[in-house]
């Protein structure tokens, strides 16, 4: 994988104008979200081992949690980068993870780092969610990253920051598909009120590597450009209304798929 992703990303680096000498800043940037999420589940397995006894049940329970959450989040990221800068077979031609929609939007809503919650930001899951199965996979690895940067890019001078994860059944096309229905559509609503994204950079923030200033955040220009490969290879697609000041919604179309849980390929 090493060459063919190395290559690709020199590539889509050079389409993006940059220096060839930013592969440097690529790497740093990967190993400071490794670092921070594979040394957050790291810390939490020390302190389990050295004073896990003494800690009271809804601590330890905290720790605990944190650690496949983080190993996961790290999981992604690698995945991600092969997404997009793999050989076409790497992620294509992987079976597909069937799972329900129920369990992989949740798990997003929680999957939020460790230095994110930090920021005071309420995640939350508003309404019904249909009884639908999606390719887990791929659509945990997208709202990762969109629920991730609404909590990063969050307005901190406002009092109540949040995030909201919202499911409209596409209409007429079986969006609250049960098992054996036709598969359908449906399309997913991450929505906050945060900082908000300027209409010249609004196609610009999927292109990989590009990083606007909103906030002083890290990070390596990545996440969008994963999402959005993430739902073309699904047959879906990602898209963004914004409002500087205001805050942000992303739309996230996706397939349903019927049958069982087992993997598809
Ligand atoms: P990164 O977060 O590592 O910079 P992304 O590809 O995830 O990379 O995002 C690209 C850019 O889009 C970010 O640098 C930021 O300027 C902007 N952005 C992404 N999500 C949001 C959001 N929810 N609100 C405001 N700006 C955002």
């Given at each position: 994988m090493a060459r063919t992703c190395a290559t690709s990303y020199l590539e889509a680096s050079e389409a993006q104008g940059s220096e060839v000498g930013t592969f440097v800043e690529?790497?740093?940037?990967?190993?400071?979200?490794?670092?921070?999420?594979?040394?957050s589940a790291f810390a939490?397995?020390?302190?389990?081992?050295?004073v896990g006894e003494k800690l009271p049940e809804p601590s330890r329970n905290e720790v605990l949690g944190s650690i496949p959450r983080n190993v996961q989040r790290a999981i992604d990221l690698l995945d991600g980068?092969?997404?997009?800068?793999?050989?076409?077979?790497?992620w294509e031609d992987e079976p597909r993870e069937k799972g329900l929609l129920e369990d992989v939007l949740p798990e997003a809503a929680e999957n939020v780092s460790e230095r994110?919650?930090?920021?005071?930001?309420?995640?939350?899951v508003v309404g019904a969610i249909p009884a639908c199965r999606v390719d887990a996979g791929r659509t945990r690895l997208i709202l990762h990253n969109l629920v991730s940067n609404a909590v990063k890019y969050s307005d901190r001078s406002r009092d109540q920051p949040w995030v909201r994860l919202y499911v409209d059944p596409v209409e007429g096309e079986g969006g609250d598909v049960a098992d054996?229905?036709?598969?359908?559509?449906?399309?997913?609503?991450?929505?906050?009120?945060?900082?908000g994204i300027s209409p010249d950079e609004q196609e610009r923030v999927?292109?990989?590597?590009?990083?606007?200033d909103a906030g002083d955040m890290s990070g390596s220009g990545l996440g969008l450009a994963i999402a959005r490969e993430a739902a073309r290879q699904m047959g879906g697609e990602l898209t963004l209304e914004s409002e500087p000041g205001r805050g942000s919604t992303f739309f996230v179309t996706v397939p349903t798929l019927r049958g069982p849980d087992e993997a598809v390929h």
């Open positions: 690529f790497t740093r940037a990967l190993r400071h979200e490794l670092r921070d999420t594979l040394g939490s397995a020390r302190l389990l081992q050295d980068v092969c997404l997009l800068f793999g050989s076409e077979s790497s994110e919650r930090a920021a005071g930001v309420a995640v939350e054996e229905a036709e598969p359908g559509r449906v399309r997913i609503r991450v929505e906050d009120n945060g900082l999927f292109d990989p590597f590009y990083r606007g």
